[in-house]
Nanobody, 127 residues
């Protein structure tokens, strides 16, 4: 059974940084593509970033390019999302999910029907 647990959210001032973690169990993070999504209050959930099974391909939403970095630690079976230069519009609940149908430099695919989502972690960017 695929399980994902996010952590690392919190309250941060604009311009600050946070690192989110997504700990996986039931599979290894080098087997599936994994994605980060977020949902802001009153808005639909959107894809933020993904990393391919090999780690050779990553994808970022235009709104976070140059500020966010996705990575994974295979021994720890964890995927990370380093978020720098945070803005108030980055506020929302952040979820990780796997597996994605695809993750390339140009395409962040949907989560597979048999996929799993974490419970989410709240990120609030406010002064």
């Amino acid at each position: 059974q695929l399980q994902l647990v996010e952590s690392g959210g919190g309250l941060v001032q604009p311009g600050g940084s946070l690192r989110l973690s997504c700990a996986a169990s039931g599979f290894t993070v080098d087997y599936y593509a994994i994605g980060w999504f977020r949902q802001a209050p009153g808005k639909e959930r959107e894809g933020v970033s993904c990393i391919s099974s090999s780690g050779g391909s990553t994808n970022y939403a235009d709104s976070v390019k140059g500020r966010f970095t996705i990575s994974k630690d295979i021994p720890k079976n964890t995927v990370y999302l380093q978020m720098n230069s945070l803005k108030p519009e980055d506020t929302g609940i952040y979820y990780c999910a796997a597996p994605l149908m695809t993750c390339t430099r140009g395409i962040m695919g949907a989560v597979a029907d048999f996929g799993s989502w974490g419970q989410g972690t709240q990120v609030t960017v406010s002064s």
